[in-house]
């Protein structure tokens, strides 16, 4: 369904492996890791199965969207594979924007069909989205209001419906990297809504592979990424 949807695409291949067990106590749900400039070895989609109860299959699928393809694999990739920006650019990082582009991704892959006759996926991608959309309240709890750790993991878990385990590990996660969590729903809604306004204002003339061609300039600050749009949507691209 790619094609239908970007113009370009990486040529650096992704493949799904397990978490090494001997780092997975401390490890994310999933992470990617990125193919060399040689591809001498595919980029890396890594799952944690320390314990399946916390990462249920409904969820699978949208996860892959996320770490994978449309998500972090292709933007990574077409950045570190593009010929329109330098070296050091090619490497860059923002949170909102390629966490935001992950989320982006998973909507994305629900406009493209990919949950079409999966109702219990589905679920799992709408809890991923509410899952987000958790994060902006307890990380604001945790640093602004002075939650304990025992209030923000009682809203998490009664907000999301997550496993006490997972949720735990997040509350954690929340607690030592403030601000990191809120990136994925801020960089989201940004994507969503310079897309919104490019096909409001391109009209007939929008093209969705043209928006998403703005991947090839690499990762940038949203305040950035909203001057690219506005440029592009003014050269009628």
């Known amino acids: ?9 990486p040529k650096a291949e ?13 490890s994310a749900g999933a992470y990617y890791d990125s193919a060399p400039l040689d591809n001498s070895r595919p980029a890396i989609y890594y799952i944690k199965l320390q314990d399946t ?17 449309p998500g972090h694999h292709l933007q990574v990739s077409l950045a570190q594979e593009s010929e329109s920006i330098p070296l050091i650019r090619r ?8 966490e935001g582009w992950a989320l982006y991704a998973e909507q994305l892959a ?5 949950f079409e006759g999966r109702p219990l996926e589905r679920a ?8 987000r959309a958790t994060r902006l309240v307890v990380d604001t709890g945790i640093h602004a209001k002075r939650w304990s750790r025992e209030q923000a993991t009682d809203y ?29 729903k801020i960089g989201h809604t940004t994507w969503a809504r310079l897309r919104d306004e490019a096909r409001a204002k391109l009209g007939d003339r929008f093209d969705l592979k043209e928006f998403h061609q703005v991947l090839l300039l690499g990762a940038m600050p949203l305040t950035i990424l909203e001057r690219q749009v506005a440029a592009r949507i003014a050269a009628g691209a």
């Open 53 to 69: 109860f916390d990462r249920p299959k409904f969820g699978l699928r949208t996860l892959t969207h996320h770490e994978a393809t």
């Open 1 to 9: 369904q790619l094609p239908r949807a970007f113009a370009t695409l």
């Open 156 to 184: 998490f878990l009664r907000t999301t419906g997550i496993a006490r385990g997972r949720g735990q590990n997040e509350i954690d996660r929340y607690s030592v990297w403030p601000g990191q969590a809120t990136s994925y």
């Open 110 to 114: 629900d406009e493209l069909g990919m």
């Open 124 to 131: 799992g991608m709408l809890q991923s989205f509410l899952f």
């Open 14 to 26: 992704v493949e799904a492996r397990r978490v090494p067990p001997l780092i997975e106590a401390g």
């Open 91 to 98: 490497f860059g990082g923002y949170s909102a924007y390629s």
